[in-house]
């Protein structure tokens, strides 16, 4: 059975809410979503519920598991390096068609993102302008589930960066975005895809301890 526009958007809905908490880190690795408690919050039918949880599956933010349930899922190095390569891969892809397309005003918008990186004084407003520059370069490629794909490996990554970097956020001038938006004003898209799948690749390079006395480890997420 199709799902109705209307249940549509309220799954997105809730899928979206839910994924911005595990995001933000209000819900853990391993903490338990449930069911019966997400429908009566949102005032919906558990089979909507259902589907959102669908959704987060896919995004590799919950995973299902047999007699446990759906939890908030864990995630470690190896699986930051993976998020990174895919992130490379589709992002370069989705530049070399974007790039042709992309016209001065969207890349004055990239460039005002860059600035907004810079400028940010928190992870949280750094990582929104970060994703606000690599989805405008990308914006003009003319490929939906493409887009929809990089937009969920984001979700992820968001995850990583934002578990790592709250405590030790700095300030930072980020080169690579600046570099690609050059090659991309002079029409080098080859140069352009070179430094996006470099910088993008940086992701997850330098584990380091998150104090004396953590087991955790936090991961470079500069993409």
Known sequence: MRMSSKDDTITSRIARSLAERIVRGEMTPGARLAQDHIAEEFDVSQASVREAFRRLEAQGLVVSLPRRGVRVASFDLKQVREVAEMRAALEVLALKHAAPFLTPALLDEAEAATAACDAAENVEDWEAANRRFHRLIIS????????????????????????????????????????????????????????????????????????????ASRFAIVG
């Open 140 to 215: 003009t490629c003319d490929m939906p589930r493409l887009l929809a794909a990089i937009d969920d490996l984001h979700a992820v990554s968001a995850r990583f960066l934002l578990a790592g970097w709250q405590s030790t956020w700095e300030r930072r001038t980020d080169h690579d975005h600046r570099a690609i938006l050059q090659a991309l004003r002079r029409g080098d898209t080859v140069n352009a895809c070179a430094v996006l799948e470099r910088h993008v690749q940086l992701i997850g390079r330098v584990p380091s301890a998150l104090n004396a006395g953590a087991a």
